[in-house]
């Protein structure tokens, strides 16, 4: 008999992940491609649909695909769509439509925080959580906010652009369109242009001088870091105590049992968490101290983002399983 399996797709603004994933969380497949977020939806999509239609020519014999589900920079769980997002060159994209077009399947999709959310909710950190939110750092930075056990959308299903707060006004351009937002300081790009900041402002002989800002990347970052250099050590506490305050004022609204920090930034460790958790509690309102931990995610090596798409998923099955029993 075929096992049942869902593929869960996390589109970022480098590269697009995918994977098949059984109902324990298992991963049957992975793969990952380039996104090239600066050409347009309709080459995304072929090349997509060219990857789904080999793994379901590899698959068909041992497993049968149940559904589809995306995470994306403003996925819109209601409408089916991907709104604008800041990073990619795409407008408007009527995503779950289109793709119905090639599949004839449940397709569901989400913020890829919100996913995240999710992954941590079924199988992570999160199991045993009502209460909680997810930080992804990655190319920007997104939040999946979970509240009495349910993904806050919103009236309008995008609710949970943390990233988007404004932490510095005035500040530094964003990818939005806005200045001062969260995500030019405590994403990977984020981090790499506090770095050239610093260059600007001090002297200190370090690594970084003789490296462009291209050529710059937050894993770079970290290595330099690991090898005591000031500018990367310095860099790492600007953005902490960038996004502990920030953290500090969602937990305001939230009241959450943890923050999970999650992305590419956060396996920087301790090098990143522990100003994070310094500045979160220097700034933290009192009557939530000691109650809101800062946790990373133990997923970090793998992809949240699918796994929770693929969740995503199981939860749509499982409602359309209710409403026919109804």
Known sequence: MKKKVALGIDIGGTNTALGLVDSSGRFVYEETFATC????????????????????????????????????????????????????????????????????????????????????????????????????????????????????????????????????????????????????????????????????????????????????????????????DHLALAAFEYTGRILGRALADAAAYFSPQAIIIFGGLAQAGNFLLDPVRRHFDENLLNVYKGKVQILPSQKNKGNLAVLGASVLVQKELEKMGKLAAQ
Request: proline residues 2%; glycine residues 12%; contains cysteine.
């Open 37 to 228: 977020a600066h050409e347009s939806f309709a080459l995304f999509r072929s090349r997509l649909s060219e990857k789904i239609h080999a793994l379901c020519e590899r698959f068909a014999g041992d497993y049968v695909l149940t559904g589809i589900g995306a995470a994306a920079p403003t996925g819109n769980y209601y409408r089916g769509t991907i709104e604008s997002p800041s990073n990619f060159k795409w407008g408007n994209v009527e995503f779950v439509s289109l793709m119905q077009e090639h599949y004839d399947l449940p397709i569901v999709i989400t913020n890829d925080a919100n996913a995240a959310a999710l992954g941590e909710m079924r199988y992570g950190e999160a199991r045993s959580m009502h209460n909680f939110m997810v930080v992804t750092l990655g190319t920007g930075v997104g939040s999946g906010i979970v509240v009495n056990g349910d993904l806050v959308y919103g009236h309008d299903g995008l609710a949970g652009e943390l990233g988007h707060t404004i932490v510095e006004p005035q500040g530094r351009q964003c990818a939005c369109g806005r200045r001062g937002c969260l995500e030019a300081y405590a994403s990977a790009r984020g981090i790499c242009r506090t770095v050239f900041e610093l260059l600007s402002m001090h002297t200190d002989d370090s690594e970084f001088r003789y490296i462009s800002f291209n050529a710059l990347s937050a894993e770079m970052i970290y290595q330099f870091a690991l090898r005591g």
